[in-house]
């Protein structure tokens, strides 16, 4: 199963009151228990939200927006009342009354403690689009070392966190991260009895899905190039991926063959029999 991933930049209930609380409480069990028991008694529906609590830290962190139409404290009371739980070290409170509030309370944006920008992916495959309109067949080269740089500062950027030995060991999950960051929901398929090839299956390519849309015969060319650079810069060595299948063909999902280069490229084809996959396909 797979859970679509909301974030939360604005909530909108026209006619309603809405607010935005953050409460900040030790990291310590049971504290948004007896958070969410004094939000809830007075009659606030909790909407979307998030709450960050690292297992390295010693806070954490609960923000979410809030229909209060029908609550029955005013908000600086809730406030206080929040305040008064032993767990809670600060709690923030922002109110609209026009049914509409954007996020104005957490900023820099962050993906495992870096700053991070948030882009709809149709805004990206346009731009990729504009691209391709003025540059033409060149602009296959500008995507693919824009991509490629991407893949491995993110490799790079992993290998600071992880090490190098503990990254390449916990590849399958990593490679997952393209899920997570809403790129494509991939299944990752292995060989039993070599490291490589991989094959990452993607099922709803943002790049490829927008070109099918536009009925537009080209192959991914940002993920594949972002996917070789990660490997390549993961394992210090030259990567090939090859879009072995591809929704701009008819086919169902778009699938991509890992191999190293100096690997026959037919290795990319696996045999049934010797196929192992993780995640869906
Ligand atoms: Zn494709």
Redesign the pocket.
């Known amino acids: 199963m797979r859970y679509p991933k909301d974030i939360e930049i604005w909530e909108s209930a026209p006619g309603r009151r809405l607010a935005e609380v953050v409460i900040q409480v030790n990291n310590v069990k049971g504290a948004m228990a007896d958070c969410s028991r004094v939000v809830s008694e007075p009659g606030v529906n909790m909407l979307t939200g998030f709450h960050a609590a690292p297992g390295t830290s010693t806070l954490a962190r609960w923000s979410f927006f809030a229909d209060v139409t029908d609550a029955k404290v005013e908000l600086s009371e809730l406030k206080e009342r929040l305040r008064s739980v032993p767990t809670v070290v600060s709690v923030d409170v922002m109110a609209s009354e026009d049914g509409f509030m954007v996020d104005k309370q957490h900023f820099p944006v962050q993906w495992s403690g870096r700053r991070a920008i948030i882009f709809r992916a149709d805004a990206l495959s346009e731009m990729l689009q504009r691209l391709w309109s003025v540059f033409g067949s060149g602009a296959g080269t500008i995507v693919d070392q824009m991509a490629e740089t991407m893949g491995r500062h993110f490799a790079n950027e992993t290998v600071e966190d992880f090490g190098r030995d503990f990254a390449k060991a916990q590849l399958d999950e990593l490679l997952m991260s393209y899920t997570a960051l809403g790129y494509a929901d991939v299944a990752i398929e292995r060989s039993k009895t070599a490291d490589f090839p991989v094959v990452v299956h993607?099922k709803k390519?943002f790049?490829?899905e927008a070109?099918a849309k536009k009925r537009l015969h080209r192959?991914?060319v940002f993920?594949r190039a972002h996917l070789r650079g990660f490997m390549s810069a993961l394992f210090g060595e030259v990567f090939e991926v090859t879009?072995v299948?591809?929704?701009?063909?008819g086919?169902d999902v778009?699938s991509f063959g890992i191999t190293v280069r100096d690997d026959p490229l037919e290795q990319v084809t696996i045999r049934p029999a010797e196929r192992q996959t993780k995640g869906r396909i």
Request: overall charge negative; glycine content about 0%; hydrophobic content about 20%.
């Open positions: 993607t390519l790049e490829c070109n192959k991914s993920f879009e299948q591809c929704l701009t063909e086919d778009c």
